[in-house]
């Protein structure tokens, strides 16, 4: 299956943090930047995993199993990120209704807007397989074969530029990550036995 990879990434004012660098050993400051980056990337994802669902029309229980827990940052690595699955989301889940005559309706993409966020497609059937029921549409006139109708996937959520989930990743894992850096070099500071000092702010 493809998946699309939310990754966040330390993006530092080295000016700003120069002299907690002075005073704090090496590893207690790359272990505050790594506890400040898993913290964000664990807090965005929450919000980013809410806005997948809506988007998508289903509760987020249904997409647990397409969007990983977040990989944290290690030693060699001050980069943390979860994957997005390109899992398929039965159109019936997000409530898309089909009648004789009338075809589907129904929505997905619903916060990111476009097309499908108000689908009506005619000739859209239901079928009945190994114990569970989709939406098809028929690719030629003949009979067979037919495709399956399906909603967003948390891949699709996550991978397109400007989408609401990816904007609401952005969003929170760069506000979380501004405000936790801090906290978290307090914290080493006072493990450390420093006092803890504001920089000063040269901008």
């Not at 809506?54 to 249904?62: E, H, L, N, Q, S």
């Not at 940052?73 to 979860?82: I, V």
């Not at 609401?164 to 990743?169: N, Y």
Request: aromatic share 4%; net charge positive.
């Amino acid at each position: 299956m493809g998946a699309r990879m939310a990754e966040l990434k330390v993006v530092i004012d080295g000016s700003k943090l120069e002299k907690w660098a002075t005073e704090l050993s090496a590893r207690g400051m790359r272990n505050a930047i790594r506890r400040a980056v898993d913290k964000s990337a664990t807090a965005a994802r929450k919000i980013a995993l809410d806005i997948i669902a809506k988007d998508i029309g289903v509760p987020k229980a249904r997409i647990k199993h397409g969007v990983t827990k977040v990989k944290r940052t290690t030693q060699t690595s001050l980069s943390a990120s979860f994957t997005a699955n390109k899992m398929r989301i039965n159109m019936l889940a997000t409530g898309a209704n089909v009648s004789r005559p009338g075809g589907m309706t129904g929505s997905t993409y619903r916060l990111t807007g476009g097309g499908s966020s108000s689908l009506n497609i005619r000739d859209a059937f239901l079928v009945s397989a190994n114990g569970g029921t989709f939406i098809a549409i028929r690719r030629s006139k003949s009979r067979l074969p037919i495709k399956g109708v399906f909603a967003e996937t948390p891949s699709t959520a996550m991978g397109q530029d400007g989408a609401a989930a990816r904007k609401a990743w952005d969003k929170a894992a760069n506000s979380e990550l501004a405000t936790r850096l801090p906290q978290e070099i307090q914290r080493q500071l006072l493990a450390e036995g420093l006092p803890y000092a504001v920089p000063a702010d040269t901008d």
